[in-house]
């Protein structure tokens, strides 16, 4: 299969579609031992020797980015009418998804990728994958809340599983959830007494948010971080 050999480098991905330019237009990037220098160069991953800086570069069959969502974008593949996550992507294939979702005025990591078996292995509740939050309230958060989050809180259409609350501030906490059915999260801090004004994910099972990360901003996993997230 033939790509442009910008798409290539991006799909990687080495930088975004104007870094990569950038790369190609100073002579970093080879093709089968010729200095490339055309972007729209057609290429074949699989056969051709490709090399940024002498260093041979592979295409991965899945991709892995952690995002830093930020509130106003949907978490879908696709909409008409609002951003979505995937729009903040330099990625651009077309079989990237979202691991499971966040609100649209919820911030923080979000885990996309195009691997199916990994996505099913870190929603399933079987596999109790733990995601935690912070949260800011309007009011402040009523001690017995902890106990009842542990105990699992009945909302009417279903009772959650038992959750982590620490309380760090009167109108602030972390909530480890293994659930994360829709609006969840803010519905058990109602059950309590009190509505969620914020809320930011920053983990999700060992994969934590990249506080580096400006939000909207993304990178790969590194592979470190793939392989931790995969054990866990």
């Not at 009523?142 to 009772?159: N, Q, R, S, W, Y």
């Amino acid at each position: 299969m033939e790509w442009r050999l910008d798409k290539f480098l991006t799909q990687i991905p080495v930088g975004t579609r104007s870094q990569v330019k950038d790369m190609i237009k100073k002579g970093r990037v080879c093709v089968n031992g010729v200095h490339a220098s055309k972007p729209e160069l057609k290429v074949d991953p699989e056969n051709d020797s490709i090399t940024l800086d002498g260093k041979k570069l592979f295409y991965s069959q899945y991709a892995y980015y952690m995002l830093n969502k930020p509130a106003g974008v949907i978490t879908a593949t696709m909409d008409k009418k609002k951003e979505t996550v995937l729009d903040l992507l330099d990625d651009k294939r077309k079989d990237l998804f979202p691991v499971g979702r966040l609100d649209i005025d919820t911030e923080g990591l979000l885990l996309i990728t195009n691997d199916g078996e990994l996505c099913h292995r870190l929603l399933s509740p079987k596999h109790h994958v733990d995601k935690c939050y912070f949260a800011k309230t309007d009011l402040p958060i009523p001690a017995d809340a902890v106990k009842k989050f542990e105990e699992g809180i009945d909302l009417g259409d279903f009772t959650s599983m038992p959750a982590k609350l620490e309380i760090i501030g009167d109108c602030e906490a972390k909530v480890i959830v293994q659930e994360g059915k829709f609006h969840q999260v803010k519905r058990m801090f109602e059950a309590v007494g009190v509505t969620v004004v914020y809320l930011k994910r920053l983990s999700m099972g060992s994969l934590k948010l990249d506080e580096t990360l400006a939000p909207g901003e993304s990178r790969a996993l590194t592979q470190e971080e793939l392989e931790c997230l995969k054990e866990s």
